[in-house]
Structures are given as C-alpha cells and as structure tokens.
C-alpha cells in the first residue's frame, strides 16, 4: 500500500537510520569511559540510552560518579570522538542515500536528530545527503528530548508543514513514542531493534525498498539495505 498521498514531507532520524551509528556512539563512551578512569566500573548500559539525548546519558553518570568534569565537558569529549569515528567509517547504510534522492523529488524533507550539531553537520557531509534536506534539527536544540515530541514539532515548523502531514522514519522506542506525540505516522525500521519492540510504530519494515514502496509506491525502486534476518511481525 503507498501512503504518498497523505503526507507532504518526511523527517528522517539519523542514528540508526541514516548511518548505523550506534555502535560508534557505544564505542566513543567506553573509549571516554576509560580515559577518565571508569572502564569497568561507569555501572551503566548503553543500550538503554539509545534514541535519547546524550545528556540524559551524562546526567545519569554524574549522578552516579560525581566526577570533577561536568556534563558540557563530558558531551563535548564524546561528540569529538564521534565525529573522528563517523569521518573515518563513513556508516551509511546501504540503500539510504538512494531513497533519500528518490523521496526529496516527491517531498520535503527534514532530518530530527537526538545528536549534538556537530555529529548531525558530519554526517549531513557524507555522500553530499545535506542536499535533500530542508531542515535539520540538534538533540540539544530543543527543551526536551525524545520521547518528547519537540524535536519533530520544532521540525515541522521549520519546513512549515503541518505536523498531521509528516512522517518519521525511525528506529528506536523513545524516537517511535516522539514521532505519534507530535500527531505524525511512523515508519519503524529494524535497524536497531526487532520489529515486536517497534510495534507502537504506525508502519514496521525491515528494508528501504520497504519504505520506498510506501511513501512512493511500486513504481520506483530503491536499492535494498544489507538483508536484516531478524523476525518481521508488523
């Protein structure tokens, strides 16, 4: 079924969506972790942080550690190295880019990114994406991050696109959870989580080609992501 018809503009997530990012996210804080001395004993678990700010990830750690750096300083140490991962791995997913070019033909497109700027700047860098994309979006660019639904609003507003006209493409719980507070369909992607996590989304794929024939029906096609052989249950 292609749901085109609803829609004016699509707000891609990064993180997970864009690039697979995670895994660099993970590795710049165990690599800060060790530096400032916490390597085994920093007692908290990436995976629950992610599609959140990095903030609340720096808040927790503090709470916990009370270490001499604050949170600006220790946000700062793990964007830099971050952005020295994304630069060097260049992890776009494949098929990505493509669907990218094929949807800013057919809408407007905005990029909502729980990320500092200068993680969102580097990746808008890589295959030239920032191009198609009207708008961007920082994590730290609004009060509230996800689940709130403020990234996508603030967003919408700045495509000047009713918030009932878009839709999120994302793959996480609290980025899914933003995406309906802010009166928009969702498209899941099982980048990051399997689909029975993902099933509050309006839409579950497991590929690009998936989202292409949604948002722009079969007669266009878009190459494929890496296969994802995880279970499909939406």
């Not at 407007?108 to 990114?113: E, Y």
């Not at 007669?219 to 249950?233: F, G, Y």
Request: with cysteine; proline share 6%; glycine share 8%.
């Amino acid at each position: 079924m292609c749901i085109r018809d609803r829609f004016q503009a699509v707000i891609f997530d990064m993180d997970g969506v864009i690039v697979d990012s995670e895994p660099s996210h993970e590795r710049a804080f165990l690599e800060v972790m060790r530096e400032l001395g916490y390597g085994d004993t920093h007692g908290l678990r990436f995976a629950d942080y992610v599609g959140r700010p990095d903030e609340v990830l720096w808040q927790d750690f503090i709470a916990r550690h009370h270490p001499p750096q604050s949170n600006e300083e220790l946000l700062a140490l793990k964007t830099r190295r971050v952005v020295e991962i994304i630069r060097r791995d260049q992890p776009v997913f494949a098929g990505v880019a493509e669907l990218i070019e094929q949807l800013a033909a057919r809408y407007v497109l905005a990029l909502a990114s729980g990320s500092e700027r200068q993680i969102v700047r580097e990746v808008l860098g890589l295959k030239g994406l920032g191009r198609f994309f009207s708008a961007s979006v920082a994590g730290s660019e609004v009060r509230h991050g996800k689940p709130a639904p403020d990234i996508f609003l603030r967003a919408a507003e700045m495509i000047r696109v009713p918030p009932r006209a878009c839709c999120v493409i994302e793959d996480s719980k609290p980025g899914i959870a933003a995406g309906l507070a802010a009166g928009m369909e969702v498209i899941a992607i099982t980048n990051t989580h399997p689909a029975d996590e993902l099933r509050d989304a309006t839409h579950i794929v497991r590929t690009y080609s998936e989202i292409q024939h949604l948002l722009l029906g079969p007669q266009r096609r878009c190459a494929n992501r890496v296969p994802d052989t995880r279970t499909h249950s939406g």
